[in-house]
């Protein structure tokens, strides 16, 4: 180990200022165990001392501010858990309430009325007063001079730290006692110099520097580009290297032979023309079966794409080639409508097709298992179950795996053992448009095929905003399209932690509708999570026949089922779903060639945030446009998919904001990998050592395959 690298490592109660005690507690809230990790606890936003709001000019609307005055009064008020800490605050235009729930003791103790303060906090209005609760506190002239910049740092902090002396201030030393000690030649710059002159970064020293303690916006600006991009360029790197290391190492069966099944099948019994996107992904995905090495490959398509005939068209080849072939979904109804289609297509074939799930058992399954290891089974359909150790295929060529199953490495590896030499080639599809940012990231290790072309002749969905108050004319308007035959689903929203609450609304709702739509005229189907499987089929089924005119039910019907003749989509408490869901939803009607509604039902108050889901939701029906919104929404942690994958905790950069760093990130690791796949060269120094040293970053991410 090199002298340079020493420091950033040394133990963080080794600098002037912590000792045992503080490091402690930097090590339990912030996970700061070295002088380095100090230094990556960026600050998040930084206070400019020079400019303050008057608070007579602030409203409710005003957001965080910056005040500067006078600390008047403090006083506690109310008993037991509504104890609250109550102060005045006054410039010399007004006075407003400063307000504290947790740590009163220790700021009763160390707040001092009479002082002059700068705090920064948000704005609320309640019953017209103006209030911030929990304000960041500073005493005016508390700084040297040296620590006063015009933008002093504001770090993320804990109350635990706060009150046990580590608050915004000492850490604020800490950072600058670090860089009064560190010279430029201690920390080892980890980008090659011929990136730094191309994007004009300034050095990983000066960064570091000038995130803390920038001189001004511009400083600020240019450290973060830099610190952004590094991050996101080894993220890159790591994920291209793992992909390369994958396709250089991991051999596949060779499917060369395009047979007598595909044949027939595409020249004969093939219900439509493919559309040009599903011929392009079909073709992309017949090259990656025929190099010898494993597929990975993730087929992107809106609801309704037409995955289903690419899935049936892949596992054909690997018919063609001998090969058995599977399917996979994450539910039994999916999984059933899967099989029901793909033998509706595939009759005639002479292929045999058989449906595996948990409720399979006994005889039935001993029978279905037994063909399926004699090769006696071409394709498997069907739930989790396929992976199970008890399934053995003859020689399983191919999987597919329908809606964005996350593999762990353990199913992973159970996915594998079922084919011999080598691992199956592994095709995943998902009707979860994913904005290509955060593909790249979550997905970067895969290859990707887009299909983004629907088939022709759809109608696309009108989709309106109603309220409570005009639930007659959505009733009427049901009413009207019944008669002309369609079906009508109604769905509730159903989340685990108000799911007593959620279920009674369904079941109120339904004893409304019941009102409306009575039989013998009407007749309603219930389909909710909390029913026995059986019951829950029978129900669908009625459905499907059109025995029923309206399904009510909660988001059990999300994914995949397909009634062509449903073509009104009403859902209920609209706000409550996140966009992405939404437009899953949606994705049911508009399934045949009748025009389909969507009506999306709220509340009439809205927040800002609900009211610009349901806003988008009415203006576009595009897939990749919604799931845009929906990062900009809620940013990259909540979509879905994202949350069981480490990949998305980033530093700084935000995947939802800096798309153009990231494409940069991406593309400059792709060149240096064509050029200097070991990064050999000793401008990629920097990089291989980087890489080495932060092996532990390089977290075991839940890929598909
Ligand atoms: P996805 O799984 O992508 O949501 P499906 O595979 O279920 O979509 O297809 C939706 C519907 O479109 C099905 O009824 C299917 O038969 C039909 N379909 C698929 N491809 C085409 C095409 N090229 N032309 C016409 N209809 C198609
Ligand atoms: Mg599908």
Not at 7 to 33: H, N
Not at 55 to 65: F, H, K, M, P, R
Not at 418 to 430: A, D, E, F, I, R
Request: some cysteine; aromatic content about 8%.
């Amino acid at each position: 180990m090199n002298q340079t690298q020493s420091i950033l490592d040394t133990p963080i109660e080794y600098l002037k200022g912590v000792g045992p005690q503080r490091a402690e507690l930097l090590k339990t809230e912030l996970s700061v165990f070295t002088i380095g990790d100090l230094l990556m606890q960026y600050p998040y936003r930084y206070i400019d001392k020079t400019s303050f709001h008057r608070i007579a000019e602030l409203n409710g609307d005003s957001g965080y501010v910056q005040l500067r005055g006078v600390l008047r009064l403090l006083a506690t008020a109310g008993e037991g858990r509504k104890k609250r800490l109550v102060g005045k605050f006054r410039d010399d235009s007004g006075v407003i309430e400063l307000v504290w729930f947790t740590g009163i003791h220790w700021l009763e103790k160390n707040l001092i009325i009479g002082t002059e303060y700068v705090i920064f906090g948000k704005i609320t209005a309640f019953n017209k007063n103006l209030n911030i609760a929990h304000p960041e506190m500073e005493v005016v002239g508390s700084e040297t001079a040296q620590t006063a910049p015009t933008m002093a740092p504001m770090y993320s902090s804990t109350d635990k730290l706060n009150t046990k002396g580590l608050d915004v201030k000492a850490r604020r030393r800490l950072v600058q006692t670090i860089f009064e000690k560190l010279l430029p030649n201690e920390v080892p710059e980890n980008l090659p110099d011929y990136l730094l002159q191309k994007f004009r970064f300034p050095s990983r020293y000066d960064a570091l520097r000038q995130i803390h303690f920038p001189k001004d916006e511009q400083e600020l600006e240019a450290a973060r580009n830099r610190l952004k991009f590094e991050e996101l360029f080894f993220l890159q790197l790591r994920l291209l290297q793992i992909k390369r290391r994958r396709h250089d190492t991991v051999k596949g069966f060779v499917f060369e032979t395009i047979g007598d099944y595909f044949n027939e099948f595409f020249n004969e019994k093939l219900p439509f023309e493919l559309t040009n996107a599903q011929k392009r992904v079909v073709k992309e995905i017949r090259q990656d079966l025929r190099v010898g090495k494993q597929m990975n490959r993730l087929v992107q398509g809106d609801v309704g794409s037409g995955k289903t005939m690419v899935a049936l068209l892949c596992m054909l080849i690997a018919l063609d080639n001998g090969f058995q072939a599977c399917m996979m979904a994450p539910t039994e109804i999916l999984a059933q409508q899967h099989y029901i289609s793909i033998n509706e297509y595939a009759k005639d074939l002479g292929i045999q097709v058989a449906f595996l799930s948990g409720t399979i058992k006994g005889k039935k399954r001993e029978q279905l298992l037994k063909l399926l290891k004699e090769g006696d089974i071409h394709i498997l359909i069907g739930t989790h179950a396929l992976i199970e150790d008890w399934v053995e295929f003859k020689n399983l060529g191919l999987a597919v795996i329908d809606e964005q199953h996350r593999f762990g490495v353990a199913q992973r590896a159970q996915l594998w053992k079922k084919s011999n030499p080598y691992p199956p080639h592994v095709l995943v599809m998902t009707a979860t448009p994913i904005p290509r940012t955060l593909a790249m990231t979550l997905y970067g290790d895969l290859d990707i095929s887009v299909i983004d072309e629907l088939p022709p002749g759809r109608k696309p969905i009108t989709t309106v905003h109603k309220t409570e108050h005009q639930r007659d004319h959505v009733i009427h308007f049901m009413k009207d399209e019944i008669a002309k035959g369609r079906q009508v689903y109604v769905v509730y929203p159903l989340i685990e932690e108000s799911e007593k609450l959620d279920l009674l609304a369904l079941e109120a709702g339904y004893e409304a509708l019941r009102r409306d739509f009575a039989p013998p005229e009407y007749q309603i189907s219930v389909v909710h999570g909390k029913m026995k499987p059986k019951d829950k089929d029978f129900e669908m089924q009625r459905f499907v026949k059109g025995e029923t005119q309206i399904m009510v039910a909660t988001t059990v019907i999300e994914v995949g089922v397909n009634v062509p003749n449903a073509s009104v989509m009403v859902i209920e408490h609209t706000e409550r779903f996140g966009l992405s869901q939404l437009h899953q939803l949606r994705g049911r009607v508009g399934r045949g060639a009748e025009q389909s509604f969507c009506v999306l039902m709220s509340s009439y108050q809205l927040s800002a945030d609900g009211r610009e889901r349901i806003q988008t939701m009415v203006r576009t029906n595009n897939g990749f446009e919604i799931a845009e919104a929906d990062l900009k929404l809620r940013g990259p942690g909540n979509i879905e998919g994202t949350q069981q994958s480490g990949i998305i905790n980033l530093r700084l950069a935000d995947l939802a904001k800096d798309g153009r760093i990231l494409q940069a990130a991406r593309e400059v690791a792709t060149r240096i990998l064509d050029d200097d796949p070991t990064l050999q060269r000793p401008e990629h120094l920097p990089l291989k050592r980087h890489l080495e040293e932060n092996k532990k970053e390089a977290k075991v991410w839940s890929r598909i395959s």
